[in-house]
């Protein structure tokens, strides 16, 4: 049987680096069949092929298994294993090997653009989204009085328009706080709108030696000091 699409999507991810995160955070402790690998393939998979749910995911790959060996998924494609392994498995494997990810694809796209080439310094975007939930299935997310949410915090590089950062809070939390976890890049340029206007905030931005580029709220008082 010839390669699958997903296969041969699949032949470019680094297992190499995948099982090295795996070995840190023992992921595979105690399991049998289901691998933190065979977890890794479905979930890739759901999000590619725009499943809706577990089961969603389970009828779809269960539909042909004489294909899932070449998928190169071995453990058995059951609801209940993906259920348990999504809520068990360390999610710091995943976190790690998606920063992994990241700097990689920085690299393969960093001059893809003539955007910002005659900048050496790195121009990053930061911005938040809000994602809605059910609030009955997740009550601890209670954003409003009938709606749940959590808020997605991006930092884009805008060279190739790769994700440098992503932190995911809960929907009441403010913009701006996201500050105080960035690790700022010297001598990079951060453009953010002005919900991240704090003085204390982005005088410890400029005194990390990164620049940033905001917009400023119509009561702004201010004074210029010089002029270069």
Known sequence: MSKTVFSQIMEHIPKYEFDKRV????????????????QFLCMSFAQLTYRESLRDIEACLTAQPNKLYHMGIKGTVAKSNLARANEKRKWRIYADFAQCLISEARVLYYD???????????????????IDLCLSLFPWAKFRKHKGAVKMHALLDLRGSIPRFIEITHGLVHDVNILDVLIPEPGSYYIMDRAYLDYKRLYQLNQDKANFIIRAKKNLQFRRLYSN
């Open 23 to 38: 070995s840190k955070y023992n992921g595979n402790y105690k399991v049998r069949t289901f691998t933190c690998w065979d």
């Open 112 to 130: 893809d653009s003539d955007f910002l080439k005659d900048i050496d310094e790195a121009v990053y975007a930061l911005d938040s989204t809000t």
